[in-house]
């Protein structure tokens, strides 16, 4: 079997002589993003197959950062969608921390 060209996973031949031979998940993340998975970017996300924030395993979609492009790793859509909520603000996510716990009720 083939190698993916971008990050090694099993390929497939594509029709299109731009794309040539990659897996499913490169060829969807490089038309989503305009980039492509490297082989230390999949062997970090095959070696961490879970939300890094709550440790969900279901529904899992690749978090990267929008300036780099760099994966982070793999993010649940709730945790995904939060922190996309707070523009990738570690300012940001704080501050409602501190809300959070300035308003915890205790028992």
């Known amino acids: ?5 971008s990050c090694g996973a099993p390929a497939y031949t594509t029709k299109s002589r731009d794309w040539g031979n990659y897996c499913k998940a ?3 993340f490089k ?4 980039f492509r998975l ?6 970090m ?3 961490n197959e879970e939300c ?26 709730n945790c995904n969608h939060g922190i996309g909520k707070f523009y990738d ?5 704080q501050n409602a ?11």
């Open 1 to 5: 079997m083939k190698e993916c060209l």
């Open 26 to 28: 490169c060829l969807n």
């Open 31 to 34: 038309t989503r993003y305009g």
């Open 38 to 43: 490297t082989h230390e970017d999949r062997a």
């Open 45 to 47: 996300l095959d070696a």
């Open 52 to 77: 890094q924030i709550c440790a969900e395993t279901e529904g899992l979609h690749i978090d990267h950062d929008h300036k780099t492009n760099k994966i982070r790793g793999y993010l649940c859509s």
């Open 89 to 93: 603000s570690t300012e940001l996510l």
């Open 97 to 107: 921390i501190n809300y959070l716990n300035k308003y915890e009720i205790t028992s």
